[in-house]
T-cell receptor, first 110, second 115 residues
Framework: KAGVTQTPRYLIKTRGQQVTLSCSPI?????VSWYQQTPGQGLQFLFE???????NKGNFPGRFSGRQFSNSRSEMNVSTLELGDSALYLCASIRDREAFFGQGTRLTVV | AQSVSQHNHHVILSEAASLELGCNYS??????LFWYVQYPGQHLQLLLKYFSGDPLVKGIKGFEAEFIKSKFSFNLRKPSVQWSDTAEYFC?????????????FGAGTRLAVHP
């Protein structure tokens, strides 16, 4: 059974650019959530999608957005990148209240 | 707002020593509790979870945790650690009001086990 797949694994972007990260959940899982992991703030919830609808949102600025497609794959987008957006972005595929995490996308903003 | 507090940020142990990592949460309602582990260079993996029932839960790799509702605690234990347990450990909570799919994580505890 394939796990959660996140692409790309690494990204380097310049301040002011935008970025899109992708997540393919485990087959059959309809809920996907996103987290930001940084050394200073730890793991913070960004948002959750279920059946293409955003069901919950964390305390992040509007520059952070996401969506989910009919096949449950999800993308998150960060616009107007800032240096502080450098982080590991984790996607979790959820079933029965249990989250399964991907390897993450390491975003570096320079 | 809900929060999770992990008492130790860094723990250093010798192999075969016993481990206990503290976790307290701030929420008075029904909660689901989790311990995740992140080995160097690997993804977060679930060690164990508590939803209801027996407050002593057993997880993978010999780990266990005890839910004490009166103390809002969910401490992780292992009787004898191995070098391969070197990792970062995260306690997390979800709730009905916050959303059962929204994990609130503690700051993490880095465990180093010396041979």
């Amino acid at each position: 059974k394939a796990g959660v797949t996140q692409t790309p694994r690494y990204l380097i972007k310049t301040r002011g650019q935008q970025v899109t990260l992708s997540c393919s959940p485990i087959s059959g899982h309809r809920s996907v959530s996103w987290y930001q992991q940084t050394p200073g703030q730890g793991l913070q919830f960004l948002f959750e999608y279920f059946s293409e609808t955003q069901r919950n949102k964390g305390n992040f600025p509007g520059r952070f957005s996401g969506r989910q497609f009919s096949n449950s794959r999800s993308e998150m987008n960060v616009s107007t990148l800032e240096l502080g957006d450098s982080a590991l972005y984790l996607c979790a595929s959820i079933r029965d209240r249990e989250a399964f995490f991907g390897q993450g996308t390491r975003l570096t903003v320079v | 707002a809900q929060s999770v507090s992990q008492h130790n940020h860094h723990v250093i142990l010798s192999e075969a020593a016993s481990l206990e990592l503290g976790c307290n949460y701030s929420y008075g309602g029904t909660v689901n509790l989790f311990w995740y582990v992140q080995y160097p260079g690997q993804h977060l993996q679930l060690l164990l979870k508590y939803f209801s029932g027996d407050p002593l839960v057993k997880g993978i790799k010999g780990f266990e945790a005890e839910f004490i509702k009166s103390k809002f605690s969910f401490n992780l234990r292992k009787p004898s650690v191995q070098w391969s347990d070197t990792a970062e450990y995260f306690c997390a909570v979800t709730s009905f009001s916050g959303g059962y799919n929204k994990l609130i994580f503690g700051a993490g505890t880095r465990l180093a086990v010396h041979p």
